[in-house]
């Protein structure tokens, strides 16, 4: 499942960077995040980097993009083999 930003985001700018999979960008108000993009950091750590930053608690699962933990395994590898 990917994950989302709410309206409760304060552009802090912390979850961009700490992203391994470059899903996160500024939207027209808030960051969003790209969900063809997000692995909720599955291959790379084992929790998702930008809710553990987040000051304000504003990135919950996404319940229109769900995906099994395969299934972002799967993502995760197809997206470091692009980027290789």
């Known amino acids: 499942m990917s994950l989302k930003i709410t309206v409760e985001c304060i552009n802090c700018d912390v979850c961009e960077p700490v992203c391994p999979n470059q899903a996160i960008y500024m939207g027209s108000e808030i960051y969003e995040i790209d ?6 950091c599955v291959g790379h750590f084992d929790v998702p980097q930008c809710q553990l930053f987040c000051p304000v ?4 699962l996404d319940p229109d993009h769900a995906e099994t ?3 972002l395994m799967a993502k995760s590898l197809r997206l470091k083999a692009l980027a290789s």
């Open 57 to 60: 608690d504003c990135i919950p």
């Open 35 to 40: 969900p063809d993009l997000c692995t909720e």
């Open 69 to 71: 933990q395969d299934e």
